[in-house]
Each structure stands twice: as C-alpha cells, then as structure tokens.
C-alpha cells in the first residue's frame, strides 16, 4: 500500500513564503512523475507544477517566476517552494504522484491535501 503524506500549509501575509513537502511511502518500487495541484473553494482542482524523474518541471503561468517544485529522488519527497504569495494562492494543496509497485503495476496517488491561506 501507498501513502502521500503532505505538511507545511499554514497561514500566511501577502508577500509571505511558505514550503510544501510530499513524501511518499509504502510498496514502491518507482516513481515517475510528482506534482502539486491545489483547489480553491468552488472552483475546479487545477495543476501547479509537476516534476518528471529527470528534473523537468512545468508550472501553472499563475504561478511561474514565484514557486519552485523539486524532488528528493532518493527519499521519494517532493517539495514546493511558495515565495510573493498572494491571496489568490489561498487552496487546499494537494501532492500526486505516478508510482509503480513491486509487480510495477502503475498508478496515480493523492495526498489527503493541505492547506494553504494567504491574507491580504
């Protein structure tokens, strides 16, 4: 069994930074991609930035320039540095990521999510 455990939401002023950590564990036996996606109250999940084995990222144009994901391949943790945060970052932050099993069946994993609020 596979689990993603988030931490490091919180609240925070405008301008404000914060860090998000993923880690996964259990059976695996690979990881291919991890990603951030975050939804807002009423509003659909969308992508943040997600991170490939290689070290490419891609990054929501909202919030290119201000975050930075990264991933400790050997510890299966992806992070997501959140510098100028705005309140429009306020979301619960949600952790994936694509994981092959010892019988390397494949499939996609989500944290329970955590939250992040920025104030004005």
């Known amino acids: 069994q596979v689990q993603l455990v988030e931490s490091g939401g919180g609240l925070v002023q405008a301008g404000g930074s914060l860090t998000l950590s993923c880690a996964a564990s259990?059976?695996?036996?690979?990881?291919?991609?991890m990603g951030w996606y975050r939804q807002a109250p009423g509003k659909q999940r969308e992508l943040v930035a997600r991170?490939?084995?290689?070290?490419?990222?891609n990054y929501a144009d909202s919030v290119k320039g201000r975050f930075t994901i990264s991933r400790f391949t050997a510890k299966n943790t992806v992070y997501l540095q959140m510098n100028s945060l705005k309140p429009e970052d306020t979301a619960v932050y949600y952790c994936?990521?694509?994981?092959?099993?010892?019988?390397?069946?494949?499939?996609?994993?989500w944290g329970q999510g955590t939250q992040v609020t920025v104030s004005s």
């Open positions: 994936n990521a694509d994981i092959a099993d010892y019988g390397l069946d494949s499939s996609l994993y």
């Open positions: 991170i490939n084995r290689a070290g490419d990222a």
């Open positions: 259990g059976s695996i036996f690979s990881i291919a991609a």
